[in-house]
């Protein structure tokens, strides 16, 4: 199955509101990834909500992303 990412919404307290193409939405926590590699930078608040839809994934600038099918499966399911 291939997961793509229709849209995002940057949460409180470093999560995401996936959307993906199937219309399923899912809350995915950011907070464990902030202390590794890349993501660091992503600590300042202003640079996370900055999150945006790139190539059918969640990205930054800077040419940070994250792994569609990680974020489908760790994200925690919403209702539509």
Do not use: C
Request: no cysteine; charged share 30%; net charge negative.
């Amino acid at each position: 199955m291939y997961f793509s990412v229709k849209q995002v919404e940057p949460g409180s307290d470093y999560t995401l509101i996936v959307t993906f193409a199937t219309g399923e939405r899912k809350r995915f926590d950011m907070k464990p990834f902030l202390e590794t590699g890349v993501f660091r930078s992503l600590k300042d608040e202003d640079r996370f909500r900055t999150a945006h839809v790139s190539f059918n994934t969640v990205a930054w600038e800077g040419d940070i992303d994250f792994d569609p099918e990680a974020l489908y499966q760790g994200g925690l399911p919403l209702e539509s």
